[in-house]
């Protein structure tokens, strides 16, 4: 007996020698597998992130779930804010049963109490980024569908600017401000005070399932104007999923410093309802007051994106640097350097890297903690959700396919294009109201007839140790770290352009590149010549400069 204990030993160390990753890589299928169950079951009962939150209005009344500023909300005054929100959208009349209602606000806590009362009466929000104007405010509305709008008071300009055009489409226009005194535009905090605070029946959303929209978040791909990407009640139960995966427990506290009307800030609210805990919401991100706002509050769990990071070793050293209770950092776009400088600055905190995209239908996770890695590459992975990295022709902006018409693998260290299957349970549900580009983002025959995949217009390369990389986009885009977004160089060119009234554009591509690699430096001069193709100048700012 003693002999076959040692032989079974000697046979998992050596294992285990060979596969370091294994129990790891095990532990995180088997998560997404659970994962996956819970919101099947949640279909099949169709119980939504809104029902998780009216049960925990329930039982913890009194928590608190949001904090902003020097306010504190509990999970009971924001069911109640959010019924006023609800009831006053149905007294104005402008609103039935499945209507799409845009939200035009910064980071605040009326934004979520607005986006409670419309899934309470079966309505989906069309997430407006607070920083689109004119043409663009325009497009996004048309393409949601919207015929109500909600603004902030300090965008009232901007809404000003695009008034007769929201007449004449009949788009009834409402301002969150004690009274407004702008023709056509009403004030929807006079109705909300007027407004009962008696729960909203059920029976008013007894028409949505699991596939219908919650919110539309619009997203820039490779091409033209931002897109409305359709997230249904079962996409938010994924993204809210994400935080329970990366180890966020029952007693955290989450920091939100990113916008709520993208899905990188909504899932940090959405996953603290699934977690029942509370939110740290901030109107913007402060590198200046992150650590003092992570102490006032008692933060155990932040999350980043992109630059973020890097914005925050770059402030002024501290005595106070690791005076906080930060256990947890969750977010994609860490560079490996300045992963290293910030655990180091600030102390061992946990960073769980992820990637993924609102509208696609995969997602990947560093919980191996390799630096600058988006997550691993392994058999079991692939066999229960289907992905591959296949290879790209940038000049063609296609996949490469051989004599038979299918598509092929990369090699090791090789950067290829990520492609995910489309499945019943990992369905796409694309852009609203835009066929054209829903259907441009999938891919045919990839590798059998028959068959369908989402292109994610990311390129990614696999290590000899199968850990993927993020390397590039395709297209004539960029990625704004900052503010979370992906952006189409078109888009640039015509905002810049109306912006400034003029041709020439000034390109500031220092923090693009700066410290950077080559692939980094290739694509910023790859950027400015499309911009001049376009029919623009392109001017570097004097401090633009590129180090290796």
């Known amino acids: 007996m003693l002999v076959w204990t040692v032989c079974a030993a000697l046979i998992v160390c050596g294992v285990l020698l060979r596969h370091p990753y294994l129990f790891q890589d095990v532990q995180y299928v ?3 597998i659970k994962r996956r169950r819970f919101v099947l079951k949640c279909m099949q009962t169709n119980y939504s992130i809104l029902d998780r939150f009216l049960d925990l209005v329930k039982t913890q009344p009194q928590k608190t779930l949001i904090y902003f500023k020097d306010e504190m909300f509990t999970y009971r005054e924001a069911d109640v804010l959010s019924n006023r929100a609800a009831r006053a959208f149905l007294q104005a009349g402008c609103v039935k049963e499945g209507d799409a209602v845009a939200l035009f606000l910064g980071n605040q806590p009326m934004f979520l109490w607005l986006w409670l009362g419309l899934l309470k009466i079966g309505c989906p929000g069309a997430l407006l980024n607070s ?7 325009l497009h996004c509305l048309n393409c949601s569908g919207a015929t109500t709008l909600v603004a902030s008071e300090e965008l009232l300009d901007a809404v000003k600017e695009v008034l007769p055009h929201l007449h004449e489409q009949q788009i009834n226009v409402f301002i969150l401000a004690d009274r407004c005194e702008t023709a056509g535009v009403e004030s929807f905090i006079d109705k909300m005070n007027q407004a009962s605070s008696e729960p909203i029946p059920k029976e008013l959303r007894s028409h949505l399932t699991m596939q219908s929209p919650a919110a539309y978040i619009y997203t820039s791909g490779t091409t033209g104007l931002p897109k409305a990407a359709v997230v249904t009640y079962s996409k938010v139960w994924n993204l809210s999923l994400l935080l329970a995966t990366t180890g966020v427990n029952s007693k955290d506290v989450i920091y939100d410093t990113l916008p709520l009307y993208h899905s990188t800030g909504l899932l940090v ?4 309802v699934e977690r029942g805990i509370p939110v740290v919401l901030r109107s913007k991100f402060s590198a200046s007051q992150f650590w003092d706002d992570c102490r006032k509050y008692n933060v155990t769990v932040i999350q980043y994106i992109g630059e973020i990071m890097r914005y925050l070793c770059n402030t002024p050293q501290k005595l106070s640097d690791k005076n906080h209770k930060v256990r947890l950092a969750v977010g994609n776009g860490i560079r490996a350097d300045v992963w290293r400088d910030f655990v180091r600055r600030f102390g061992e905190i946990q960073i769980r890297e992820f ?11 560093n919980y191996s903690s390799k630096m600058g890695a988006l997550g691993r590459h ?3 992975h692939k066999m229960f959700f289907p992905y591959a990295v296949i290879k790209y022709d940038a000049d063609k902006g296609e996949p490469l396919r051989d004599s038979s018409g299918f598509c092929m693998e990369v090699e090791k260290g090789e950067p290829g294009l990520l492609v995910t299957e489309i499945t019943a349970k990992a369905p796409f549900t694309g852009y609203v109201r835009d066929l054209n580009q829903t259907e441009k983002k999938k891919l045919h025959n990839v590798f059998k007839k028959g068959d369908l995949y989402f292109n994610t217009g990311d390129l990614l390369r696999i290590d000899e140790d199968n850990f993927m990389y993020f390397h590039d986009r395709v297209g004539d885009t960029f990625r704004s770290d900052f503010l979370a977004l992906t952006i189409a160089l078109p888009d640039l060119v015509q905002t810049t352009s109306a912006l400034t009234g003029v041709a020439g554009i000034t390109l500031g591509v220092c923090g693009f590149c700066n410290t950077g690699t080559l692939a980094e430096a290739s694509r910023t001069t790859y950027l400015l010549s499309r911009v001049i193709s376009l029919g623009h100048t392109a001017h570097c700012t004097s401090n633009a400069r590129v180090s290796f």
């Not at 609210?269 to 603290?272: K, L, V």
């Open 30 to 32: 088997l998560a997404k």
């Open 131 to 137: 920083n689109i104007r004119s043409k663009s405010l």
């Open 269 to 272: 609210f959405t996953g603290a």
């Open 355 to 365: 990637y993924g995209a609102t509208e696609g239908n995969f997602a990947l996770l």
């Open 378 to 380: 392994t058999f079991l």
